[in-house]
T-cell receptor, first 114, second 117 residues
Framework: GENVEQHPSTLSVQEGDSAVIKCTYSDSASNYFPWYKQELGKRPQLIIDIRSNVGEKKDQRIAVTLNKTAKHFSLHITETQPEDSAVYFCAASMYGGGSYIPTFGRGTSLIVHP | DAGVIQSPRHEVTEMGQEVTLRCKPISGHDYLFWYRQTMMRGLELLIYFNNNVPIDDSGMPEDRFSAKMPNASFSTLKIQPSEPRDSAVYFC???????????????FGPGTRLTVL
């Protein structure tokens, strides 16, 4: 099955700095890569995603990049703010059983210091 | 829509007791997923259903775990007997059919925090 590695497990930055979270996956059949944000005590929520036919996608201060050859993808947050503090999960999804089923990374706890 | 609904939000039980977690997916969503979240193992997929039918239960840790989806608006995850190592947050998530434009975004419920003493 698919295996997703996520690094770092904890990331501490100062407000205004950039933050980068990296993930690798093992199965080349994966072709959809969502990122979820989970605030303390809350449910995970989708913040951005990228499909395998795209190398980069941006949405305001967040961007994702994908390198299919190397099987890795990254989340970039610029101008971090305290409200960005949360756990971020990457996932690699492949089509199966009529849907895209995700395998999640272990999560990165991002702490933004004001 | 109220989103995915889970109950109870918190459950404290003693080892050996039966635990039943409940989930109501978003209306119109035909996929339902059960996840377990722990610090050690992160977010693990336990089982998922399509149109009320279990598709993949390979993530269910042991025979003590079972899940059902008797209809499109209700699912249960049962642990019998429960053990302290089952303590975790259990999330239910649902996703819409392919082709609705949301490309399988998973909508998570608020989770059930289970503590087995």
């Amino acid at each position: 099955g698919e295996n997703v590695e996520q690094h770092p497990s904890t990331l501490s930055v100062q407000e205004g700095d950039s933050a980068v979270i990296k993930c690798t996956y093992s199965d080349s059949a994966s072709n959809y890569f969502p990122w979820y944000k989970q605030e303390l005590g809350k449910r995970p929520q989708l913040i951005i995603d990228i499909r395998s036919n795209v190398g980069e996608k941006k949405d305001q201060r967040i961007a994702v990049t994908l390198n299919k050859t190397a099987k890795h993808f990254s989340l970039h947050i610029t101008e971090t703010q305290p409200e960005d503090s949360a756990v971020y999960f990457c996932a690699a999804s492949m089509y199966g059983g009529g849907s895209y089923i995700p395998t999640f990374g272990r999560g990165t706890s991002l702490i933004v210091h004001p | 829509d109220a989103g995915v609904i889970q109950s109870p939000r918190h459950e404290v039980t003693e080892m050996g007791q039966e635990v039943t977690l409940r989930c109501k997916p978003i209306s119109g969503h035909d996929y339902l997923f059960w996840y377990r979240q722990t610090m050690m193992r992160g977010l693990e997929l336990l089982i998922y259903f399509n149109n009320n039918v279990p598709i993949d239960d390979s993530g269910m840790p042991e025979d003590r775990f079972s899940a059902k989806m008797p209809n499109a608006s209700f699912s249960t995850l049962k642990i019998q007997p429960s053990e302290p190592r089952d303590s975790a947050v259990y999330f239910c998530a649902s996703s819409p059919p392919l082709g609705t434009g949301l490309f399988n975004e998973q909508f998570f419920g608020p989770g059930t925090r289970l503590t087995v003493l």
